[in-house]
């Protein structure tokens, strides 16, 4: 006889919420179950909160567990309490989509209940949704780059912010990266936004010359990618305590400033983090409470920027092999080592910043695409373009061989 599923009640000062299949294992490796992220969730929920409230979710829902692909749902469950609110969010395309919004710690657990991990909210709030409210500075580290290198982009991130009024608020992204975010006056569009972002971005890559780069393709950039994209309309970003999809299940962390240098993004986890919010609360408590800052003074360093020929770089060329192509990381990384094993002259010249790894996205669909850069393999040891090993994508790629 099948053993009948049990569910968890919570009673919260806000309501009553089922958690269904508690002891679900999320994070196989360590056992970490369903009912341990909700309960790391409900210890630290003022702060997850904090970073969502009001902002309509994107939500990304790992059902069962990080051993499987997640699926982005923009829309909300027609299923659905009540008592879980939404907001209709207009897209360039003209579609529309009835998102969920999150105001208290019975919705963000109806939420995790689903199997949202990471909370990933829109840039605005439900009083105007066309008006971001928060400005993000998403630091994409390229592979080798030192955390100590991440953090001297970071610490320049906010120099700049603060030159121009604004205050910035600190976390990791859980992941390898790190997140710089400004609270401003929702007075601005997403366009608005996205250029003063992208003139942070260059002010930063002009301080920091080798560490930081606005350089959108990958095999261009040296050290830290400052991605002032996430700035876009349809765009979200990790927030604040969110737990990563990673085998140690590692959290997005607030810090303090002073905290940053010594920081480890790896100590960050579901079993240490409570523990840190007992004892030092949450270092964004008081992101709501300042004074909101304007944008009009970037807005105008965007301008000099562009009268100047600053922001304006020639793409580069370099010699490019797309190496493996599938829907699943593992076979495509797989036949990457045999393309390395085939070639064994070459590829001990590559770095770690030549090998690059990026999600595709089709229409229905997203795989894993790896190419290799020879910019570094002597001329007379560099392979040709060969078919992709594997080459399983969903739409067809044209190989340039450059």
């Known amino acids: ?17 089922k958690v269904t299949s508690p002891d679900r294992v999320y994070f196989p490796k360590r056992g970490y179950t369903k009912r341990d992220v909700v309960e790391y969730y409900l210890a630290v929920a003022s702060g ?22 997640p699926f982005f749902q923009k829309r909300a469950p027609k299923s659905r309490p009540d008592w879980i609110e939404t907001a209709i969010i207009s897209f360039a395309s003209g579609r529309t989509a009835e998102e969920v919004v999150v105001r208290n710690t019975r919705q963000l657990i109806w939420c995790v209940n689903l199997g949202c991990l990471d909370l990933n909210p829109h840039a605005t709030t439900t ?152 004892e030092i609360g949450d270092p964004h408590e008081g992101m709501d409470t300042v004074e909101p800052g304007d944008l009009s003074s970037l807005i105008a ?36 080592e045999r393309w390395k094993t085939k070639y064994p002259d070459a590829a001990k010249h590559l770095e770690p910043a030549d090998i690059l790894v990026d999600k595709q996205r089709g229409r229905y669909s997203t795989w894993t695409r790896i190419r290799v850069n020879l910019r570094s393999v002597p001329q007379d040891l560099r392979p040709i373009q060969e078919t992709p090993d594997p080459d399983e994508a969903p739409t067809r790629i044209h190989y340039s061989g450059r």
Not at 1 to 17: D, F, I
Not at 308 to 323: E, M, V
Request: charged share 30%; hydrophobic share 40%.
């Open 1 to 17: 006889m099948a053993q009948k599923k049990t569910a968890l009640v919570l009673r919260l000062p806000s309501g009553e919420v």
């Open 48 to 69: 997850a909160v904090r970073g969502i409230r009001d902002r309509p979710l994107v939500l990304k829902r790992f059902v069962k567990g990080i051993g499987e692909k």
């Open 127 to 278: 009083r105007d949704l066309d008006a971001p409210n928060e400005l993000r500075i998403d630091l994409d580290p390229n592979p080798g780059i030192e955390w100590s290198t991440i953090c001297d982009v970071a610490f320049l991130t906010r120099e700049v912010l603060s030159e121009h009024g604004l205050v910035s608020w600190p976390k990791t992204s859980g992941s390898r990266g790190f997140h710089v975010l400004a609270r401003i006056r929702p007075d601005w569009g997403f366009r608005d936004m996205r250029k003063a972002a992208l003139a942070v971005a260059v002010e930063v890559e002009r301080r920091g010359p080798g560490i930081a780069t606005t350089r959108w393709a990958k095999e261009e950039r040296v050290g830290v990618f400052l991605d002032y994209n996430q700035n876009a309309k349809d765009s979200t970003v990790a927030s604040a305590y969110s737990i990563r999809p990673l085998e140690d299940a590692r959290v997005s962390a607030p810090l303090f400033w002073d905290e940053v240098a010594d920081s480890d993004p790896a100590g960050f986890t579901i079993l240490t983090m409570p523990d840190r919010f007992r």
């Open 301 to 336: 360093l965007a301008d000099e920027q562009k009268a100047l020929g600053t922001r304006s770089s020639q793409p580069l060329r370099f010699p490019l092999l797309t190496i493996a192509n599938h829907p699943d990381l593992e076979p495509a990384m797989a036949g990457l």
